[in-house]
């Protein structure tokens, strides 16, 4: 299997890993949405807490240029712990959730 076709294979591992995990408050489910045509991958949050609708993205993950962006990342260990610990080098892992300038102040790829 090529590397990005083994990115894809464990991103979505991995998201299915945390809706095993119950939501702490309320009735809330997961869903995810993969989309392997256009590398984007998320894991969504609907349902209600106390009387308050819940609907948002608790985690977005896109392969962009080879490399795996986490776009939005709500989970309490990170996913891009996760995907080093799996054997994903941090060059190939890009926070895009922070500016280009603090990425500079990370281990992990700029862009």
């Not at 993969?34 to 998320?42: G, P, T, V």
Request: glycine content about 8%.
């Amino acid at each position: 299997m090529d590397r990005l076709n083994e990115y894809r294979q464990l991103i979505r591992d991995l998201i299915k890993d945390h809706t095993k995990v119950p939501y702490k408050h309320g009735d809330i489910k997961f869903e995810t949405v993969f989309d392997s045509e256009s590398d984007r991958y998320l894991l969504m949050i609907l349902g209600r807490e106390n009387k308050r609708y819940e609907h948002g993205c608790l985690l977005h993950v896109d392969i962009i240029n080879g490399k795996i962006w986490i776009q939005r990342d709500g989970t309490e260990e990170g996913i891009a712990t996760q995907l080093v610990e799996a054997g994903v080098p941090k060059g190939q892992i890009v926070l895009g959730f922070k500016s280009p300038e603090r990425r500079k102040d990370t281990e992990f790829a700029v862009a």
